[in-house]
């Protein structure tokens, strides 16, 4: 069975090449080592480094981070500070579960680039380690 997150990349995907966004979509999860005993972190990518990277056709950063419906509304710390810097950046960087979503969120910041408009659709809530457990808390400001 395809997990949710996956078939979100694969929807994404096909709207990314449907409005010539050139993406690749990089695996940062942890794996786990039977040599070692535990998981080790994708040493290619920094913490933070969002599922999708690539460029639009007018040669702009895009950075999606990839959800699974209904978990959109939190990411990691790291993955926020990332879009954000993206944001800041005049890039296009956004966390979404859905092609509707995006598609919506994509349209109106092309018409008006506005970097608040994707700094304010950012989750509210982020996620820190704290002694090996998650904790959630408010996002940062901006």
Same mark, same amino acid.
């Given at each position: 069975m395809i997990k949710p997150e996956k078939?979100?990349?694969?929807? *994404?995907?096909?709207?990314?090449?449907?409005?010539? *966004?050139?993406?690749e979509?990089?695996?940062?999860k942890?794996?786990?080592s039977k040599a070692s005993g535990h998981?080790?972190?994708?040493?290619?990518?920094?913490?933070?480094?969002?599922?999708? !990277?690539g460029l639009n056709s007018q040669g702009l950063f895009v950075a999606i981070e990839l959800k699974a419906p209904?978990?959109?509304?939190?990411?990691?710390l790291e993955q926020w500070q990332f879009l954000e810097r993206? *944001?800041?950046q005049n890039g296009f960087g956004v966390v979404c579960s859905s092609v509707e979503s995006l598609d919506c969120l994509y349209q109106e910041w092309l018409s008006k680039r506005d970097? !608040?408009?994707l700094l304010n659709a950012l989750p509210k809530k982020v996620y820190i380690?704290?002694?090996?457990?998650?904790?959630?808390?408010p996002a940062p400001s901006f």
């Open positions: 078939l979100v990349e694969n929807l *994404i995907r096909g709207w990314c090449l449907a409005n010539r *966004i050139w993406v979509v990089f695996d940062s942890a794996v786990f998981y080790k972190r994708n040493q290619g990518l920094r913490v933070g480094c969002p599922d999708m !990277l209904g978990k959109e509304s939190v990411c990691s993206v *944001i800041q970097p !608040l408009l380690t704290v002694d090996k457990k998650k904790k959630v808390i």
